[in-house]
């Protein structure tokens, strides 16, 4: 515990490795709050000198990459400060000095306003990471590697790869840790996964398969200087505690452009040959490879493979081996137009944009379909303005979010920034993307003020909050949802687009929930309610409690109004936090959910080949005895 952690006497040392000046304000500005902690060992010691790393992610930059990368340093009882932006989650992590025995921590996600205790009790030398299968890609040398945790890419940790393939790299963080190759013109191989790093990580890059690609016009012309890239998944964030995880990660590598033919060979780095069936223990073996296919004046186009099903223009045309190219029509178009505005007159200048369009993918038969996803990255011109390719395919869904760290600077007026968190302005999505101009009008966003209260009306803090847009047919509740922690006070300010929103809230056993209709500035305070929890005590057959066990929703079922706003949140969050169940050293867990009518659940408890008969999770006021044995 933090109880001896005073505020006024730690004086880390501090320094600042940022991405870009204009996306972190300098240190000490009134717009950044403290993130206070302690590191200690594996025994409880404190760890004195051990740099405590916190990186501000961006998902809406480029490769989730983040915005800033700060490193503190402890006192001589392991405590440290960290100014960081507010209410915001970070990735944070310790490492131990450079001694006999360094340490490290878990990464894990924190926001100002908490003490945090980072338990750096993993040996961590410095290591060395070795990538294999090289030698077959020796033309595109040299290399380089960059890394990712938690789903953000570190903006400091970049290394050049040796002739060996070998790598050295500074300590990092226990857990999963993504490394994309690089080549020598700046286009990834691929990113690589490895659960937990240790000394000598090894990462294997596969072999070169060549994919056949050939683009044609509306006529069935070959088109020529059509650019065609290649999207690569980089990761996901694993443990951002209560509320949805970052987007997934995805990097782009840019295969070429298209001949005079139309056509284009990619050569990738792939276990497979998507254009043959490989079957595996499980039966047939998933390959999902998308491309992206642009050229101005014309419609863009994505086609690839997606759960082995070979599809051209967004629909899915048959089986492996019926198709020999992936082929990309693209029908001649005007692009769509688009503004920032501040309002009718002016528009907001340089300013980066992410613009995720949901695509389909539809089955052979049209009475299916898979949902995908594209990220195009702008930035608005000097009138605010900016153009987007149309979409040869069908777009679900459209959302702009702004980046950089202009609609938390320039727009939420002063006095609130200290309670503002990096993604300030949000907008609701499914946005009519052919028929008329992407027009965003920031500059009258009402602010909605928000003060979390406990049960004895003192400050709810780090409180993670989301805010759901419940404008007619936007019903999607997903990782880009807008989120929030609230600062030390239990406050946190908002700009959303005018409109019906839902706010819903939780700590670890409590929950605040708003309904509100966006029409002006707006104030609210909302008072912590206990959540629905089943009590439980795990045995084994002789009645001895069994400790670590794990709950696993067996089945479930919802009768409801699936596009409610606290319903769309116990659809997508019950199952993790029900999975997310252990029990204690006692046996015992406490499972807390979202109870709805018309909603139920059955789970098993598993631990070490035992299992429980299934159960209904509902909350209860007594402890209820569940017995594991062995599987049958």
């Not at 459209?398 to 980046?403: A, P, Q, S």
């Not at 609130?416 to 609701?428: G, K």
């Not at 199952?575 to 789970?603: H, K």
Request: aromatic share 6%; charged share 25%.
């Amino acid at each position: 515990m933090l109880r001896h952690l005073g505020r006024c006497s730690v004086l880390p040392v501090v320094a600042w490795i940022t991405a870009t000046s204009a996306a972190q304000e300098p240190a000490g500005a009134p717009q950044l709050r403290p993130l206070y902690g302690q590191v200690i060992d594996a025994d409880g010691a404190p760890i004195e000198g051990a740099e405590v790393h916190c990186v501000l992610p961006n998902e809406a930059a480029p490769r989730n990459r983040g915005d800033s990368h700060l490193v503190v340093t402890t006192d001589a009882r392991g405590r440290f400060r960290a100014d960081i932006c507010p209410c915001t989650p970070h990735v944070v992590w310790a490492i131990g000095p450079d001694r006999a025995a360094r340490v490290c921590s878990n990464a894990t996600w924190a926001s100002s306003g908490k003490l945090i205790e980072l338990r750096a009790d993993r040996a961590r030398p410095a290591c060395e990471l070795t990538i294999t299968g090289l030698e077959r890609w020796q033309e595109l040398a040299p290399f380089r590697v960059r890394v990712a945790i938690q789903s953000v890419e570190i903006p400091s940790l970049e290394y050049q790869v040796n002739e060996d393939g070998t790598c050295a790299i500074a300590p990092l963080p226990a857990g999963r840790v993504q490394f994309d190759v690089i080549d020598k013109h700046g286009q990834p191989l691929g990113s690589y996964r490895i659960n937990d790093v240790g000394a000598a990580p090894i990462i294997r890059v596969p072999p070169p398969v060549e994919i056949p690609l050939r683009a044609i016009d509306e006529n069935g012309e070959p088109l020529a200087g059509v650019t065609i890239s290649l999207r690569i998944y980089g990761g996901y964030s694993t443990n951002r505690r209560l509320t949805p995880p970052l987007p997934r990660r995805f990097i782009l590598r840019e295969i070429g452009q298209t001949d005079a033919e139309g056509r284009l060979v990619a050569r990738i780095a792939s276990e497979k040959d998507p254009f043959k069936v490989h079957v595996g223990l499980g039966g047939p073996a998933r390959t999902s490879l998308m491309f992206f296919a642009d050229k101005d004046g014309h419609k863009s186009s994505h086609s690839g493979f997606v759960s082995s099903k070979p599809y051209q223009d967004g629909r899915v045309t048959g089986d492996p081996g019926d198709v020999e190219e992936v082929l990309f029509t693209m029908p001649k178009a005007a692009p769509v137009a688009g503004q920032v505005r501040l309002d009718l007159q002016r528009g907001v200048a340089e300013q980066p944009l992410l613009i995720r369009l949901g695509l389909r993918v539809e089955s052979v038969s049209g009475q299916g379909w898979s949902h995908e996803e594209r990220r195009l990255y702008r930035r608005t011109d000097a009138a605010g303005a900016f153009v987007l390719p149309q979409i040869n395919g069908k777009v679900e869904n459209v959302d702009v979010i702004l980046g950089g760290a202009t609609s938390r600077t320039k727009l939420m007026a002063p006095p609130l920034q200290r309670r503002t968190p990096r993604r300030a302005a949000n907008f609701h999505g499914i946005r009519d993307y052919k028929a008329q101009p992407l027009l965003v009008t920031v500059g009258d966003l009402p602010t909605i003020d928000l003060q979390v209260v406990d049960e004895n009306s003192g400050p709810a803090s780090d409180l993670e909050l989301i805010f759901l847009s419940m404008e007619s047919g936007d019903t999607r509740f997903d990782d880009w949802t807008a989120q929030a922690t609230t600062d030390s006070a239990g406050r946190v300010a908002m700009m959303l687009e005018r409109g019906k929103w839902f706010v819903f809230g939780r700590n670890d056993r409590h929950m605040v929930q708003l309904a509100i209709d966006v029409k002006g500035d707006q104030q609210h305070t909302l008072r912590l309610q206990p959540m629905p929890t089943m009590r439980g005590k795990v045995v084994d057959a002789a009645g001895a409690p069994v400790s670590g066990a794990k709950m696993a929703i067996h089945s479930s079922s919802f009768g409801g109004d699936r596009a409610a706003g606290l319903a769309r949140i116990a659809l997508r969050m019950n199952w993790r936090w029900i999975n997310a169940v252990r029990s204690d050293a006692n046996g015992e867990f406490r499972c807390v959910f979202l109870e709805l009518p018309r909603q139920t659940y059955r789970a098993r408890v598993h631990a070490e080949g035992l299992q429980s008969e299934r159960f209904p999770v509902e909350s209860n006021e007594e402890l209820v005895l569940i017995t594991v044995a062995d599987k049958k």
